[in-house]
């Protein structure tokens, strides 16, 4: 979802290399790989890893493009403002390189008088070197590269982007090598993470998937197309809780990983994010409401007799879809409108759920229903008594998930309970984590510095050490991270790129071919796409305005009216639910097939009106988000 990416978590380089701008070192072959270190002259870490890249220098010759931007910390390292200013006065005369390498060799503090010093030994002319080091050209080229810096995300130094992507691995020299030398698997990996750093790379996965469905159920692939989502699978004999078909498990099984991160980030949003305010809460919940009853009038307006049942069709949105068109639209979507439609989507869905119960009501197992209790009961008591292991809450949320299904109920809220009542703990204390992860390493260094001295090791002295430090390196980094965004960071991926995509090939394989020619057939077709494209945004806009003007709701603060509007239309797309609800309202005629060719005409004219509005850029904020 879309957390998936706001500054902080920059990990594409805005700028790419400029070599009549940048500071580059090498990279005159032709297979060049290029290596871009924000780094500050005062920085330890930076001074031990320049060894690192000298290294790697050596080995990769002239395919290492080494480039280097200022990214000086003066209020940890008081003086490498002055001394990155110092680099930059030295290029006026040529020779930034040498005093880039000269600042790094000399031990600190690096004081004016040193810095001076250093120039002078350079060769340098002293008085140019005196106006340049104070000139306002220095003090902004600095200053740019640290702007430049934090806009990629850049917290701490060193940081490293090779070929425009961000380098998270290891820092030792043979990580960073097999990083540089691209194996094939290594390429292969590259390759997944650029285009996942696309802001549209989810959006597109989804939509490629549907349109493969669309192109398999309507073409000569039709019969394998539906032979293979109707294949049964599952445990026990056929009929039994665990066995479904295919289609069944993509849409109901797999869906709950969905359910689960999209939960976890409204989650988020309302302990410490856009809906933290109770009126910024309860705004999607009452536009959920708005957006089932204005479709529902819009058709039964249209169809007062028979087909009436139908009703429901309408008022179903599609979360995984609208959120995949959001994505496809990048930058334009601030957080909080992805985050209004994924609250608003889940109430809706929660609506949709007891819109079936009550009136398209199948035989509910009240056994399974005692075992719902119960495990919701047990993810209540593990929150409670604060076990921050994940795999009791996973086990129990994969029961939860039989005991919903086996109910009658969609097993995919099982995610929704699950991201509900997994712990989050306090932001850690960062000094004490690194002077856990300080003393493991520190005691790694003075082992190998006893190893070189003694001659040849042995592994029985070295595995103790090793072993020990690795416990205290996992549990200090273990402790950054609370068990639910350990969760999230392991399923977001698998949800965005497999999971959506499977339940979008899934769930949009509908045939086209369907007789039109009967009134009925109209009045159920326009019912639901005018339900969907008018009565959907509708309720909701009118909602929102109910609830702002009688202060119950508050807009979030980054969302503009005509972001809003265009995020209304987007809850036109209708999803699975809305199909289930055709054939739930429609059992026993081939108004269930219009149904279903109305749920995807309304859904497609939903997208792109919605798509439209949002990618014009609007002007200003809309007048509602002062109340």
């Given at each position: ?172 020299y043979h990580s960073m090598l097999e990083e540089l030398q691209r ?135 599609d979360i995984a879809f609208a959120l995949g068109v959001l994505a ?165 991926p698998w949800s965005s790129y497999v999971v959506l995509p499977l ?125």
């Amino acid at each position: 979802m879309a957390s998936e990416g706001d500054a902080a978590r920059q990990s594409t380089l805005l700028r790419p290399v400029e070599r009549a701008r940048d500071h580059v070192r090498g990279g005159d072959a032709a297979n060049r790989v290029e290596v871009v270190v924000y780094g500050d002259y005062l920085c330890p870490y930076c001074r031990r890893l320049r060894l690192i890249i000298a290294r790697l220098r050596r080995a990769l010759g002239e395919r290492l493009a080494y480039v280097f931007r200022h990214f000086p910390n003066e209020r940890a390292h008081p003086g490498a403002e002055f001394a990155s200013r110092a680099a930059e006065a030295a290029a006026q005369q040529g020779k930034f390189w040498e005093m880039h390498d000269a600042l790094y060799e000399r031990e600190p503090p690096l004081t004016r008088e040193i810095v001076r010093e250093i120039a002078q030994g350079l060769g340098l002319d002293m008085a140019r070197f005196d106006r340049d080091v104070e000139s306002e050209a220095a003090r902004q080229r600095v200053a740019e590269d640290l702007d430049e810096g934090r806009r990629n995300g850049v917290t701490g130094t060193p940081s490293f982007f090779v070929d425009g992507l961000r380098y998270d691995g290891a820092w030792d020299y043979h990580s960073m090598l097999e990083e540089l030398q691209r194996p094939v698997a290594a390429r292969l990996q590259r390759s997944a993470r650029v285009f996942a750093n696309l802001p549209a790379s989810a959006g597109l996965t989804l939509l490629i998937a549907a349109a493969l469905a669309l192109l398999c159920a309507n073409t000569a692939l039709a019969p394998l197309y539906h032979r293979i989502m109707e294949t049964p699978f599952g445990i026990g004999a056929p009929g039994s809780v665990l066995s479904m078909s295919i289609g069944e498990w993509f849409s109901e099984g797999l869906l709950a990983i969905f359910f689960l991160v999209v939960g976890l980030e409204i989650r988020r949003e309302m302990t410490s994010g856009e809906l933290a305010d109770i009126r910024a809460a309860a705004l999607p919940a009452l536009c959920a409401v708005g957006g089932v009853l204005a479709p529902s009038a819009i058709y039964l307006s249209l169809n007062p007799g028979p087909t009436a049942a139908g009703w429901a069709v309408p008022t179903a949105t599609d979360i995984a879809f609208a959120l995949g068109v959001l994505a496809l639209l990048g930058a334009r979507v601030p957080v909080g409108l992805r985050v209004f439609v994924a609250a608003l989507a889940v109430v809706d869905d929660i609506l949709s759920v007891l819109t079936l119960a009550i009136f398209y009501p199948r035989m509910f197992e009240l056994g399974y229903l005692g075992g719902c209790a119960v495990a919701i009961a047990a993810l209540f008591a593990l929150n409670r008594f604060r076990v921050y292991a994940s795999w009791p809450y996973v086990v129990t949320a994969a029961a939860l998930w039989v005991a919903l299904h086996g109910a009658g109920i969609h097993g995919a809220l099982a995610g929704i309970f699950l991201a509900a009542f997994l712990p989050a703990r306090p932001a850690p204390s960062a000094a004490p984590l690194l002077a856990q992860a300080a003393t493991a390493l520190a005691a790694l260094e003075h082992a190998e510095s006893e190893i070189r001295a003694a001659g040849s090791p042995t592994s029985i002295q070295q595995e103790p050490i090793w072993e020990w430090a690795s416990r205290n390196l996992f549990a200090a980094s273990d402790r950054l991270l609370s068990p639910s965004d350990r969760i999230e960071r392991a399923v977001a991926p698998w949800s965005s790129y497999v999971v959506l995509p499977l339940f979008a090939f899934s769930a949009t394989g509908v045939g086209l071919a369907v007789d039109l020619s009967s009134p009925d057939a109209a009045r159920v077709l326009g019912g639901v796409v005018l339900g969907l494209v008018i009565g959907k945004p509708l309720g909701i806009c009118l909602a929102a305005l109910g609830a702002v003007r009688t202060g119950i709701g508050r807009v979030p603060g980054d969302v503009t009216l005509r972001g809003f509007i265009g995020a209304a239309c987007l809850c036109g797309i209708g999803d699975t639910v809305a199909l289930l609800m055709a054939d739930q309202a429609f059992p026993h005629d081939g108004d269930s097939a219009i149904a279903k060719i109305g749920v995807l005409i309304g859904s497609v004219l939903a997208a792109a009106l919605g798509a439209l509005i949002i990618a014009v850029r609007p002007l200003h904020p809309p007048q509602t988000e002062a109340t």
